[in-house]
C-alpha cells in the first residue's frame, strides 16, 4: 500500500487522541513522518462509545468532542474493507480466540507490514507487533 514508517490505530487511540493528553501530543508531532491508519469502522465505533464516556466526564462538550474527532481525519488515514479484505481470513484465524471484530486491524498492519497501536490486549500473541501508548513513542521516534 505505502512505503516508509506506519501503524494502525485501534478505535481506543481515537477515543484518547480527542479526550486524552499524550494521544493528541503523540499524533501531533509524528504525524509528518509517520502514516497513521484505522480500519473505517474504528472511527464509527469510537463515535458510538463518545457519549457514553462523556456522561461520566460532565465537563466536557459531545458537540466539541466529536469536531476533534472529525478533524483526525487530517492525521489518521481511514481505511476501506476493500484495500485489506485479502486478508480477512488470516486475520480472523489470528484473534479468532479473542475478539473476531477486530480482525480489521490485523488485517491492515498484515497489508501494510506494519505494527498496531491499542490499549487492547486482545491483540498480543496475534503475530503483529503491537504497541501501547505508554511506549509507542519508541517506534514513532525510531
Known amino acids: 500500500m505505502t512505503s516508509g514508517k506506519k501503524i494502525v490505530l485501534d478505535a481506543n487511540i481515537l477515543v484518547r487522541g480527542v479526550l486524552g493528553e499524550r494521544v493528541p501530543d ?3 508531532r509524528y504525524h509528518h ?12 465505533e469510537a463515535r458510538e462509545h ?17 469536531q476533534a474527532l472529525n478533524a483526525l481525519h487530517a492525521i489518521v488515514q481511514s481505511v476501506n474493507e476493500s484495500d485489506y479484505a ?3 481470513a488470516e486475520a480472523k484465524r489470528r484473534i479468532s480466540e ?15 507490514d506494519c505494527p498496531i497501536w491499542t490499549e487492547d490486549r486482545d491483540f498480543f500473541g496475534t503475530g503483529i507487533a503491537t504497541w501501547r501508548t505508554r ?3 519508541i517506534y514513532l521516534s525510531g
Open 98 to 112: 479473542r475478539d473476531v471484530d477486530d480482525w480489521p486491524l490485523i488485517a491492515i498492519a498484515m497489508a501494510l
Open 50 to 66: 463518545l457519549p457514553a464516556i462523556l456522561n461520566r466526564r460532565s465537563q466536557v462538550d459531545l458537540g466539541v468532542t466529536l
Open 26 to 28: 503523540l499524533l501531533e
Open 86 to 88: 485479502a486478508f480477512e
Open 33 to 44: 513522518h509517520v502514516r497513521f491508519y484505522t480500519p473505517s469502522q474504528c472511527f464509527s
Open 135 to 137: 511506549n509507542v513513542e
